[in-house]
């Protein structure tokens, strides 16, 4: 059973009184910061400020969490992004308090045997849901007093990230944009690690309250925002600065870039950038990738009878997904090059091609029953004739075609190196490689067909080329 | 009125917003508004008092007259701007900062034409399926380059098993010093996840025919502009020759992350070679334009520390901190140099610990060299004396600080406890709140906040 756990470590009345007075003399440093907002003393008083409550936090043996003052005082240094210093350090700062005062975790040990769910509802959170929804009017008065992200707050951080992700390159990137980025990872990192412990104990005792009390589902219920567009957003941004730190190498550390750089003063935001961007990208994924968990555990439960009226009904992510990269070609392959988790690629990319192949009675009620139609095995037998293939490259053009299979196949190498095919639990290593070479050959077959259903010549080598290519060694290697 | 208008108290407050000298900072206890009031108020006297004369003796004033009065009156505000100045520059030294990476130098070739041998390559051009694809013989690096991209090549070594030399150098020489970014971040991770099968359970490790050695890390970072003793001379940063490194600089530190991690059960590295190296990282960290990685450096940072056995460390630390004291330049950037060491574990704290004790010996000239030797030196400055240097003081003090907070065996010591006290009460209690010279509030707030910190303790 869940467990609340109302006080935390100090529990004596001597340590209250100490906690309280180095909270009080930690807050002070940044009082005179209030007076004179942006000059350069206000920016070393943050910065005592950050190492004061890391010292206390860390340094101890066994060290206590800070306050939830200092915490919300340390996300607001990152919410306002004065400097780059500035915003690093306190991002660093909040992560690891995340990572060491988890506020939901696991108890390693019990009596029983039975591992429990530790819930501490008092610490401190950068993110304001709940389930009740009359509560949202308190939550909207409060919201200036505080600072915190609803839901409202969580999609506009997103829909700015969009916005910057689908502008130019040449556009002035700073350190504001910067820090909405880093501001994003870290509530990316809070949503999971509220949401991670959940589903593996929901995963163990398949009790759905366990996971509809986590964040992200709340937050992704929340009345306030549209869900679909909050998605929507999250693609573009995903595709948009896949593409643009993919784009930055045409003119590289080149003579002329540096220059540039230096001459808006901006170097260090530039460099930092191009490493940003690629994390924003990875948060992204991991936010994508635990929706999509989190659908299948509500399936599952709405299959229990354990949801109610009171759950709501969302659209699956992988539909919406799945809409966007049919509706737009052009983010297809940003999409496919940046989204590498190989277990949901592949997914994906099944469901992609069961979209054109399935009959729709089939695909209602897919769920559970794992049939040969929706394995990757299943969509490489739909290319095993020329007539089913060139049925499908009526629907699905044949460039498409090939590289969804080519990330198809990488996805499945992936997973095999991993150990973790489906429907190949815990066997044997040659069984693996019989598998794989099965694959590879109906890969080849499959690429075989295509050539033949679109008359395509020997010149036609363009990345799938490559991707072919590589299939034939591969192929080679294994036999 | 006007919401965007100034209040009534604000308006007055205009010296605050447009303080005489611009690029000065403003300190907490308004000094620099004192004194520019100061000045503006005498000025305004001698200007009014000029203006008096000029219309009492209207009539009888020559032109020669009026320009002596002149120019007495610009000459003396010339001496108020050069006082002012004077005060500014003290506080000039606001922000750390080093220019770590100078001049870069011109990269390697990265042609290769001896990648056609690659024996997969080969193989496979006999082979009949070549027949399907057919790939000829006289490939170029393009074509490689694209397998590399498209995450295809680290697919086929792990499947063959075997990294030959010419693709481990090809790729090792793109991710450290190719300009675009796609090919080297793909070859770094090509790179670490080779290495990482080394460490990882359940996968099987890929036999590599070439390791790079640290010669090679070392000569990446030269190329880069690196320098080696930046305390000699310390550039100036707005010439242009001090680019700042290039965006290869991410991929170094990377790939160096991983591969400490792999040496500490291979051995590419010697132990001198990780001190220097861990050295090298927290220099990184002084150089502000490249404060961004920051998150990058510390894990690098983690597994430079953790590469080291436990006797290696025990040797190391002390050796890294006194090399490292005696480049660093005493100022904000030698606390910078402590405070970028944030890992939680025990060794960053040793080396936090150990560095600031080193840099404190090395503020006093190595003279004294035992703990309770720089104490004494310490507590037997006097903050009453007119000359005492505050911003020696905030150094001392910081440095102090985090060098026995940080030691746990030493901080237990009850001489070390009192003279630390002492050390504290001297400068929170003997420098009144109304000293004006630069620095001694920010010694006296410091102090008192640690004070506070001790007796809760």
Redesign the interface.
């Known amino acids: 059973m869940e467990k609340r756990k109302i006080s935390n470590n100090c529990s004596n009345a001597r340590g209250r009184i100490n906690r309280g007075g180095m909270e009080a003399n930690i807050l002070a440093i940044l009082d005179s910061a209030e007076s004179h907002k942006d000059s350069q003393d206000a920016k070393d008083d943050r910065i005592d400020f950050l190492e004061a409550v890391r010292t206390a936090s860390f340094v101890p043996e066994n060290g206590t969490p800070p306050t939830e003052k200092m915490v919300e005082a340390v996300f607001q240094i990152l919410r306002e992004g004065k400097s780059l210093e500035l915003i690093m350090s306190s991002y660093e700062l909040l992560n690891e308090i995340e990572k060491s005062f988890p506020r939901v975790y696991i108890s390693e040990s019990s009596g029983n045997g039975s591992r429990d769910l530790i819930v501490i509802n008092e610490a401190w959170s950068p993110l304001m849901v709940s389930l009740d929804v009359m509560s949202s009017e308190r939550e909207a008065t409060q919201k200036n007093f505080c600072g915190l992200f609803d839901p409202n707050g969580f999609h506009e951080l997103v829909q700015g990230l969009a916005e910057l992700a689908n502008e130019t390159i040449s556009k002035g990137l700073d350190t504001k944009s910067l820090g909405n980025m880093l501001l994003f990872q870290y509530l990316v990192n809070v949503l999971e690690g509220d949401f991670v412990p959940r589903i593996n104990v929901y995963k163990e005792s398949m009790k759905w309250s366990f996971l509809k009390e986590c964040l992200l589902n709340m937050l992704l219920g929340s009345r306030r925002i549209n869900y679909k567009v909050l998605m929507k957003d999250c693609l573009s941004t995903i595709c948009g600065l896949c593409q643009d730190y993919a784009g930055i190498d045409e003119s590289g550390c080149s003579e002329t870039s540096m220059e540039k750089s230096s001459e808006n003063h901006n170097n260090d935001v530039t460099i930092a950038l191009l490493e940003v961007q690629k994390t924003t990208c990875m948060a992204m994924q991991k936010l994508l990738i635990m929706i999509m968990e989190l659908d299948i555990s509500k399936k599952q439960a709405d299959m229990k009878g354990q949801t109610t009226r009171a759950d709501g009904v969302r659209t699956p992510l992988v539909e919406i997904i799945l809409d966007e990269l049919t509706y737009d070609r052009d983010i297809l392959s940003p999409f496919l090059q940046v989204f590498n988790d190989p277990k949901w690629k592949l997914e994906l990319i099944v469901q992609y091609f069961l979209k054109y192949t399935a009959k729709p009675s089939v695909r209602t009620r897919r769920s559970n029953s794992h049939s040969e139609d929706s394995t990757f095995v299943g969509v490489l037998k739909s290319f095993s004739n020329s007539s089913s293939t060139k049925n499908i490259i009526k629907k699905i053009d044949v460039e498409v075609v090939q590289l969804l299979l080519a990330h198809a196949f990488q996805a499945y190498l992936s997973m095999s190196s991993q150990q973790h095919l489906p429907g190949l639990s815990n066997c044997k290593e040659a069984e693996i490689d019989s598998s794989l070479m099965e694959i590879s050959k109906n890969v080849i077959a499959a690429f075989n067909s295509l050539r033949g259903a679109d008359n395509m010549s020997n010149q036609a080598l363009g990345s799938c080329g490559v991707a072919n290519i590589s299939m034939s060694i591969l192929l080679h290697l294994i036999s | 009125m006007d919401v965007d208008d100034p209040l009534d108290f604000e308006i007055e407050d205009s010296l605050l917003i447009n303080p005489v000298v611009p690029k000065k ?4 206890i308004g000094l620099d508004e004192l004194l520019s009031e100061h000045y503006k108020e005498q000025s305004k006297l001698i200007e009014k008092e000029a203006k008096k004369q000029t219309k009492a003796q209207k009539s009888y004033d020559s032109d020669e007259d009026k320009n002596c009065k002149e120019a007495k009156l610009s000459s003396l505000l010339d001496d108020c701007q050069e006082q002012m100045r004077a005060v500014g520059s003290q506080e000039e030294i ?2 750390w900062d080093l220019c770590v990476f100078g001049q870069q130098k011109t990269t390697p070739p990265l042609s290769f034409p001896e990648l056609g041998s690659w024996s ?2 080969q ?2 051009m006999n ?1 009949e ?2 027949s ?4 000829v013989t006289k490939q170029d690096c393009s ?1 490689l380059e ?2 590399l991209i ?3 090549l680290l ?2 070594i ?3 098993g075997c990294l030959e030399k010419s693709i481990a150098t090809w790729t090792f020489l793109l991710m450290l010093y ?6 080297r ?1 793909s070859a770094c991770e090509f790179w670490c996840a080779i290495l990482s099968s080394k460490i990882q359970d ?2 099987p490790p890929v036999e590599i025919d070439w390791y790079p050695s640290y010669s090679e890390l070392k000569g990446a970072l030269e190329i880069y502009g690196f320098l080696f003793n930046f305390s000699s001379n310390i550039p100036d940063k707005n010439s ?1 020759v001090f ?8 991929t170094w530190i990377k790939f160096t992350a991983v591969f400490c991690q792999v040496s500490c059960k291979q051995l590419f590295l010697l132990t001198s070679d990780r001190q220097e190296l861990a050295e090298v990282i927290i220099c990184l960290f002084l150089d ?9 450096m ?1 894990s690098c940072m983690q597994s430079v520390i953790s590469s080291f056995t436990e006797e290696e460390w025990i040797n190391s630390y002390s050796e890294i901190a006194k090399s490292l004291a005696s480049r660093v330049p005493m100022d904000l950037n030698c606390l910078r140099a402590v ?1 970028c060491i ?1 890992g ?1 574990e025990t060794r960053s ?1 040793h080396l936090k610990s150990a560095v600031a004790f080193q840099i404190l010996v090395n503020c006093f000239d190595n003279k004294v060299t035992d703990e309770e030797g720089i104490l004494n030196l310490l507590i037997s400055i006097n903050v009453k004396e007119k000359d005492c240097d505050f911003f020696k003081m905030y150094l001392y003090l910081v440095l102090t600080e985090n060098w026995l ?2 030691d ?1 065996m030493l901080r237990d010591k009850p001489v070390v406890h009192e003279i630390w006290g002492l050390f504290l009460r001297n400068c929170s209690c003997q420098i009144s709140s109304t000293d004006l010279r630069s620095h001694a509030s920010k010694v006296r707030n ?1 102090a008192a ?1 640690l004070l ?2 001790v007796g ?1 303790n």
Do not use: A, D, M, T
């Not at chain 2, 900072?25 to 907490?28: A, I, M, S």
């Not at chain 2, 502000?288 to 990058?296: A, D, N, P």
């Open positions: 900072r403003k300190k907490l606001s922000e997969i390559l193989s496979f082979n399926l070549n399907l694809v057919g790939l074509f694209g397998l498209n995450g295809w697919k086929l792990f499947k063959c190719s300009s675009k970014e796609e090919l971040s359940g996968v242009s680019k700042g490194p290039p965006q290869n600089i991410i502000r334009r490249l404060q961004g990685l920051s998150v990058l510390r405070q944030s939680v704290k907070r940080y746990q410091k906040f506070q910190g809760n």
